[in-house]
């Protein structure tokens, strides 16, 4: 029973950032994504071709992209960077926009965390606690127009 009530309780804990997060009304927060086209700073922290698509990977700090987003960096947020993901036709160089991107993060203590990245303008983003020091490893699963399975993974270690 005590097992029971301490995995409700640990669910509740987890779920509370979601429910928070979905409440949120997105459509009033004026994000500039349009010109940020993935040059909105951080360091390209992974790149590989992947059956006929080249992925670009970046890193940054949540500080470092709300500001690039004309934000404010609301208080008492857990997340610590911003992973974004860009996506071109290896061949033509066109950006692919379209598609489904998950990403899975597994920290320095083996804890994971797993979200989708949502599509902003040219680019696949969501923000992560990356809040402890050392190596992290990061794999994604992404599904674009042409309605193949890719997934590409790399380490990146928080100093």
Same mark, same amino acid.
């Given at each position: 029973?005590?097992?029971t009530a301490v995995i409700a309780a640990a669910?509740?804990?987890l779920s509370a950032p979601l429910a928070s ?11 500039d994504h349009g010109s940020m086209k993935m ?84 680019? $696949?983003?969501?923000? $992560? ?31």
């Open positions: 029973m005590k097992t669910l509740f804990a997060y979905a409440a949120m009304d997105h459509g009033s927060m004026k994000m040059d909105h700073g951080g360091d390209v922290a992974h790149q590989e071709v992947v059956d006929g698509v080249k992925a670009t990977f970046k890193v940054m700090s949540m500080a470092e992209h709300m500001k690039a987003m004309k934000m404010e960096l609301p208080k008492g947020m857990k997340e610590t960077h911003h992973i974004a993901v860009e996506f071109k036709d290896a061949k033509s160089g066109k950006a692919l926009t379209e598609g489904e991107v998950k990403v899975k993060v597994q920290g320095p203590d083996k804890s994971e965390q797993v979200k989708d990245l949502m599509a902003m303008q040219g680019h $696949f983003g969501a923000d $992560f606690d990356l809040s402890r020091k050392g190596k992290y490893g990061v794999m994604a699963k992404f599904k674009l127009a042409d309605g193949k399975v890719r997934s590409a993974k790399f380490w990146y270690v928080v100093k």
